[in-house]
């Protein structure tokens, strides 16, 4: 079992929850009194206020805000300053209490030996281990801290989803073994050396539960809080830790899960995986399998043997009814009417009438969808012709490509992460970086290629003398309204503005929303500008042509970035949505197309008729524009309608670009082209589409990303 109990802690203060490190006092007690270092209560450390910044030998971290104890020790959320990259801070507490001085200092020293022997995962490989960045550990300070790079470490533990979802599902214990064996075997299999040599631990986790394992929304679970670390805190003589107790502390987690008995531990009768009635039925393979695990049968000689058994074991029975906790046998199933059945027999043949009708038509617009997508190469492994080497590249500080890079679509992965090395067997570095907003990333390329060997930009002006564009997908912007029912702007826009009325009132010659006709509310219009300087620059030349005089007046609106816009629109509060009722604002296509609580407007120019940009999945399969009527925040998200962007026909559309030198004695005319390779891919344009934008060629409803890129 874990061998982490933070409330050993509880015996040295006389705190009222006993439970110091997850008690409320010491963090309402920095809340009166800024700089308290202890809780008026018992006398326990408090929290780091915020904006508290901590130095270490990779840099400076600010704290943002506390998350949660969790193990031995504070999660807080903070971000370092150089880069305003997200950090995760675990901060540990040596109060006098429980430490001497010696007995500190020794912690301190075995705490840096962590980093220093940090697990190095071999190129290509994932194995779901949160490990630490850097240590920072100040001789003169009763707190030691633990930095961890991005979010990882602030999902949710298994604990909290077991709660809020129940008993999981026997394939979905099994998922979850499967990564947990996979991330097992990479650490058993480690050199004694990374392990903290300090105090002679070997290489097992020691502390594998459901409060040491987090999990995505996507389901990918991660090991944190090693025992290698955790048990530096805890003022108890240190354990021995086997890898052999790793295999059996994931059965218990295994059983938890399949059995929700961590939520029913506290009842009379806590479910007993030594008692045979306790199992769930639906899955008795699994069932062995997890015996073998906790040791109640022949168990497995190492985690590489169980995961091979794992996923050797026959599928599970789906005609077994789940388990949900309750362990009488279930009600025999009633038999169908005979009259129900008799119908049903009639209606095969109508049914098959209608398939034959709608088959051929569903398969050729499914066929069409996806066979130029079939051509493409698969994925990044695919592309040849690629040098070892520095590719830098830029782009805008607050532009589209920024934005996606820094989207997770498909994991806990940013897509950052998988293009800066994308053949991992390939030592070529793509570093993205962005300059201050009145230098241009186009002029970067021509007058420093060695810095900036191409830019990812939203095409809106012609390109200067002297580069190239490629295409690899399509952008633009949304014009969006509050989807408030009280005043109901959709509505009464008929879901749709033209582009004369944009001009209007993003020039201040329409000021109420009345002068657009008598069904229109008696409401002032609010047009915000964003901050983005490519959104700015788009709507300047789509809009308004770019006309001097009308950016001149365009210029005067209030400015505010997207995320604000989007934020304030999204509060509940009644007073909130009457100051935002009559705003209106636009935004690019990946900061907005899946935001429930804004409706984005069909644009119509002179003509024409006017072209709804997302569109949505009836309940009977078909696909067709969003409407005024839709209520968004209970749909599916929805889909871009690609048609629309590929032939233009909505007038806010864009190409993104990579624009690179047409010099070929400058670097980037050839990391320029690579590069799109690279996201021409079939991994490439389904991680573009998955991120909101336009693909030039659209991945179908079932594709998944390359083993390649999941596994690493």
């Known amino acids: ?25 010491p963090i309402e007690t920095t809340e009166k009194i800024p ?41 807080y959320r903070g971000t370092q300053t150089s880069n305003g990259q997200s950090v995760v801070v675990k901060e540990y507490l040596l109060p006098k209490q429980c430490f001497n001085a010696v007995e500190a200092q020794q912690c301190r020293t075995a705490l840096g030996q962590v980093v220093k022997g940090n697990l190095t995962t071999p190129k290509g490989r994932e194995f779901r281990l949160v490990s630490p960045s850097e240590t920072i550990a100040d001789p003169f300070s009763d707190r030691v801290y633990l930095i961890f790079s991005g979010e990882i470490a602030t999902l949710p533990t298994l604990r909290q989803v077991l709660r809020e979802t129940g008993a999981f599902s026997a394939l979905r214990v099994r998922q979850v073994l499967d990564q947990i064996l996979q991330s097992l075997h990479f650490l058993h299999s480690q050199p004694s050396s990374l392990a903290s040599e300090a105090i002679g ?37 240190r354990q021995v830790l086997l890898p052999e107790q790793d295999l059996i502390d994931l059965g218990s987690v295994a059983f938890a899960l399949w059995t929700a008995q961590a939520i029913h531990s506290g009842s009379d009768a806590p479910l007993n995986p030594h008692e045979a009635q306790h199992w769930p039925q639906d899955d008795p393979h699994l069932k062995d399998f997890l015996h073998r695990l906790l040791g109640l049968d022949t168990p497995f000689n190492s985690a590489a043997e169980a995961r091979q058994a794992l996923i050797k074991l026959p599928k599970p029975e789906s005609s077994v009814a789940g388990f949900h906790g309750n362990l009488s046998p279930e009600s025999p199933a009633k038999p169908k009417s005979r009259k129900y059945w008799l119908l049903s027999l009639l209606a095969l043949p109508l049914l098959g009438g209608l398939l034959w009708l709608l088959l051929p038509r569903f398969m050729s617009n499914s066929n069409a969808e996806t066979t130029s997508f079939k051509h493409l190469l698969p994925s990044f492994a695919d592309i040849n012709g690629i040098q070892p080497g520095q590719y830098p590249y830029t782009g805008e500080a607050l532009g589209t490509w920024t934005i996606v890079l820094d989207k997770k679509p498909t994991s806990d992965r940013k897509i950052r992460a998988l293009l800066t090395q994308p053949k991992l067997d390939m030592a070529a570095i793509f570093n ?14 021509l007058e420093a290629n ?39 702007l959709p509505s009464a826009l008929q879901g749709k503005i033209s582009l004369a009325q944009l001009q209007q009132i993003f020039t201040g010659q329409l000021t109420n ?28 030349q789509k809009v308004l042509g770019n006309d001097p005089s009308l950016i001149a007046q365009f210029n005067k609106l ?50 024409v008729d006017p072209v709804q940009p997302l569109l949505r999945e009836t309940t009977n399969g078909t696909i067709q524009p969003i409407s005024p009527s839709d209520n968004l925040c209970l749909e599916k998200k929805p889909l871009l309608n690609i048609s629309a962007f590929h032939k233009a026909t909505y007038p806010l559309s864009t190409p993104l670009i990579i624009a690179y030198p047409r010099d070929n004695n400058l670097p980037g005319n050839v990391s320029g082209p690579l590069f799109a390779n690279f996201l021409k891919t079939q991994d490439g344009q389904y991680l573009l589409q ?4 336009v693909p030039l060629q659209t991945a179908p409803k079932n594709y998944t990303l390359s083993s390649s890129i999941l596994n690493r």
Not at 44 to 54: G, K, N, S, W
């Open 558 to 607: 209030e400015q505010r970035s997207t995320f604000d816009t989007l934020r304030s629109i999204a509060v509940g509060e009644k007073q909130v949505q009457k100051t935002e009722a009559g705003s209106i604002s636009f935004g690019l296509l990946t900061q907005t197309w899946d935001q429930c609580k804004i409706y984005p407007l069909a644009i119509a120019q002179e003509n």
């Open 450 to 488: 060695a810095k900036a060997n191409f830019a990812i930009i939203s095409l809106s002006t012609p390109l200067p003398e002297g580069l190239i564009q490629e295409t690899i997908a399509y952008d633009g912007l949304l014009v969006y309204v509050p989807a408030y029912k009280s005043q109901n």
């Open 201 to 237: 631990l070997g290489t097992a986790h020691g502390n594998l539960g459901l409060d040491s394992l987090v999990i995505s929304d996507s389901g990918y679970v991660y090991a944190c809080d090693l025992a290698s670390w955790e048990q530096l805190f805890i003022p108890a003589p």
């Open 690 to 693: 998955q991120a909101g934008l």
């Open 513 to 540: 929303w009345k002068q657009l006709g008598a069904n229109f509310p008696d409401l002032p219009i609010k047009p915000y500008r964003p901050r983005e300087p490519e959104a700015l620059r788009l709507f300047q």
């Open 432 to 445: 993205y970086r962005t300059y201050a907003p009145q230098r241009s990333p186009l002029q970067e390329v």
């Open 1 to 25: 079992m874990p061998i982490v109990d933070s409330n050993v802690l509880a015996k040295f203060y006389r705190c009222t929850q006993n439970a110091p490190l997850g008690c409320r006092k």
């Open 35 to 75: 700089g308290a270092k202890f809780c008026l209560e018992c006398g326990f450390p408090t929290t780091l206020p915020v904006q508290t910044e901590l130095r270490g030998r990779l840099g400076t971290y600010r704290i943002s805000e506390i998350l949660r104890s969790q193990g031995m020790g504070r999660l």
